[in-house]
């Protein structure tokens, strides 16, 4: 679960940050996430943090995080 936690912390801080860069690690961490997750559609961590709601949770915020695009570029301002 803290792999997701860390995903989603990294590539919120590069739209902030304005690094170019996001659209690649975006690309590159859905697409791992489309095939780490388990078959009946949730995901779950295999450290610390195992508990399916949370990495589930987590996986659709680090898949939707394109849509946060404008909101987080204003936080960077």
Not at 36 to 64: K, R, Y
Request: glycine share 8%.
């Amino acid at each position: 679960g803290e792999e997701f936690l860390s995903f989603l912390q990294t590539g919120e801080s590069m739209i902030i940050n304005k690094d170019t860069g996001w659209k690649n690690w975006y690309e590159n961490v859905s697409r791992k996430l489309v095939t780490i997750q388990n078959e009946d559609g949730s995901w779950n961590g295999h450290h610390c943090i195992t508990s399916p709601v949370f990495c589930t949770a987590t996986s659709l915020l680090i898949l939707s995080v394109n849509n946060d695009v404008a909101k987080l570029m204003k936080v960077g301002e």
